[in-house]
């Protein structure tokens, strides 16, 4: 390996875009390669954050350029994509989820497990720093033993019907963030119970999912977890965390671009909107995680989730969905 570790990014969409950015803004690191099928996207993506556009996933496997992946295209192309830096010895981080389907997720779990590289899932809200801060104290016993947590995740607006048709649900696409923040706090989930409404989202009743959701976990201990999404708010990108303890309570609220406040005749006490978009709220998470990432190429102590974790949010997304369709509790068994 160079002394710049050279990476190599597959998908050039949204998400693509941020880890480009990413990347560009690091030192140290450069990208060498963009893929993607659509040449038009890996050109303008190539273009803009260096290294060579492609659309041959076998050409970068093959290239001795490469000193790990980023994989950023869609879902059903994840499996294959990590087997292959697998198998030619590159790190990967890839996206959530690993898969839709827990069986192909399982027939890769043994060849991760046994893989001299390391394999990172894409968490990357465990890297926001106010959330980061918050377990660290929970993990040194700011409040004690912890009792429950309470995770509010709304989006700002409804995704495109056809987004929605091929995201695999709500919690699947969206809740299994807030799943993975949970077992940052509580690793041990015994128990799942979630229930889903159709509210006001008629893309989302069409095609049988939810545009609302509450899930409560139960630890291994009896801790507690409640988990609040909706597809909709008004007043912006809504994201908070609550721990509470024997001894205490610590909470993450919403996150504005300044911290001034107003106070006139209308209101008093007035903010700036809080943060409209994923991409605003975690700009800085995004890219800690690929500093994260980076620690764990170069063999250094890192924070980074791996495959097992992606595994174990799948399998509680899982749950959530057969608990909101039958009105019973899921005991799951993560191991």
Not at 77 to 106: F, M, N, Q
Request: charged share 25%; hydrophobic share 45%; glycine share 8%.
């Amino acid at each position: 390996m160079t002394d710049t570790t050279r990476i190599a990014l597959f998908g050039t969409g949204r998400i693509g875009h941020v880890h480009a950015m990413s990347v560009a803004a690091l030192e140290g690191v450069e990208l060498s390669w963009v893929c993607d099928p659509f040449a038009d996207g890996a050109e303008r993506t190539a273009a803009t954050y260096g290294g060579r556009p492609t659309t041959d996933q076998a050409e970068v496997f093959a290239a001795d350029d490469v000193d790990a992946v980023i994989i950023a295209s869609p879902t059903p192309t994840h499996v294959d994509l990590i087997a292959s830096a697998i198998g030619a010895g590159l790190p990967a981080l890839c996206e959530k989820p690993i898969d839709l389907d827990i069986a192909r997720v399982d027939e890769l779990r043994a060849v991760a497990a046994a893989s001299v590289v390391p394999v990172v899932l894409g968490f990357n809200r465990r890297f926001d720093r106010h959330f980061a801060r918050m377990h660290d104290r929970v993990a040194a016993g700011d409040i004690g033993r912890l009792e429950h947590l309470v995770i509010t995740s709304k989006d700002p607006a409804e995704p495109p019907a056809a987004y929605l048709r091929s995201s695999g649900g709500i919690f699947r696409d969206m809740t299994i963030h807030d799943l993975d923040m949970a077992r940052y706090f509580i690793p041990e989930i015994v128990e799942v119970s979630a229930r889903g409404a159709n509210t006001f989202s008629a893309d989302a009743k069409e095609i049988g999912d939810f545009d609302s959701a509450v899930v409560t976990l139960r630890g291994s201990r009896d801790e507690l977890v409640t988990i609040m999404n909706s597809r909709h708010s008004a007043y912006g990108y809504d994201q908070r965390i609550e721990a509470f303890g024997a001894e205490g309570l610590l909470q993450v609220g919403n996150q504005t671009d300044t911290g001034v406040r107003h106070w006139g005749a209308a209101s008093v006490e007035s903010l700036d909107p809080y943060q409209t978009f994923f991409l605003e709220r975690y700009a800085e998470a995004y890219r800690l995680e690929v500093v994260e990432f980076l620690k764990a190429v170069r063999g250094e102590p890192s924070r980074s989730p791996g495959f097992e974790d992606g595994r174990a949010a799948l399998l509680l997304a899982d749950a959530a969905d057969r608990s909101a369709r039958t009105g019973a509790a899921i005991e799951v068994d993560l191991s």
